[in-house]
């Protein structure tokens, strides 16, 4: 059974910076592309950064591109977003998944951990 626990979430100020971690169990880690995810209130869920199992190419949203980035351990199965000068519009629920490759559909997701950035 696939399994996917994020941690890591929490309030910090604007401009600080935070790490959210993904453990994953259940399945060969290297084989997928792992995401991350989020979804403010009120908002539709956004894709903020995957890393590829083809060629550990990196992608971000616009919106994170410059501040987050996505980097995994494979010894440890764990996935991470590193947040770098948050922002209160980065306040959200910050979710991983997994997929076939980035693009493709994610079929798998964790539960989910709150960030909270005060202004």
């Known amino acids: 059974e696939v399994q996917l626990v994020e941690s890591g979430g929490g309030l910090v100020q604007a401009g600080g910076s935070l790490r959210l971690s993904c453990a994953a169990s259940?399945?060969?880690?290297?084989?997928?592309?792992k995401g991350w995810f989020r979804r403010a209130p009120g908002k539709e869920r956004e894709a903020v950064a995957c890393l590829s199992n083809i060629d550990g190419s990196t992608y971000y949203a616009q919106s994170v591109k410059g501040r987050f980035s996505i980097s995994s351990d494979t010894a440890k199965n764990t996935v991470y977003l590193q947040m770098n000068s948050l922002k209160p519009e980065d306040t959200a629920a910050y979710y991983c998944?997994?997929?076939?490759?980035?693009?493709?559909?994610?079929?798998?997701w964790g539960q989910g951990t709150q960030v909270t950035v005060s202004s």
């Open positions: 998944a997994v997929a076939d490759y980035c693009g493709s559909n994610y079929h798998s």
């Open positions: 259940g399945f060969t880690f290297d084989d997928y592309a």
